[in-house]
Nanobody, 124 residues
């Protein structure tokens, strides 16, 4: 059974940093494209970043480009999201997801497994 478990969220001041982790129990993890999404109250779930199975390709939402970095460790079945220069508008529940395709998808409907999420709150 596929399981994705996020951790690392918390409360941070604007300008601060956090690193989110996602522990994945996914068959053939090294072949799975993985993504991070976020959802703020009353808003739709939005794509944040994605990374291909071997880590050679990444994609970022314009709103986080240059501030966030996605990475993975296939030996540990882990995906990470390093978030720097955090802003209050980054406040949301952050979710890890496994893409059903090899290419990085930005639509939530293209991801077939999801974690429960971890709360990130950025105070001004």
């Amino acid at each position: 059974q596929v399981q994705l478990v996020e951790s690392g969220g918390g409360l941070v001041q604007a300008g601060g940093s956090l690193r989110l982790s996602c522990a994945a129990s996914v068959q053939l993890f090294s072949r799975k494209t993985m993504g991070w999404f976020r959802q703020a109250p009353g808003k739709e779930r939005e794509f944040v970043a994605g990374i291909t199975g071997n880590g050679d390709s990444t994609l970022y939402a314009d709103s986080v480009k240059g501030r966030f970095t996605i990475s993975r460790d296939n030996a540990k079945n882990m995906v990470y999201l390093r978030m720097n220069s955090l802003k209050p508008e980054d406040t949301a529940v952050y979710l890890c997801a496994a893409d059903r395709w090899a290419l990085i998808s930005t639509a939530p409907s293209e991801y077939d497994y999801w974690g429960q999420g971890t709360q990130v709150t950025v105070s001004s």
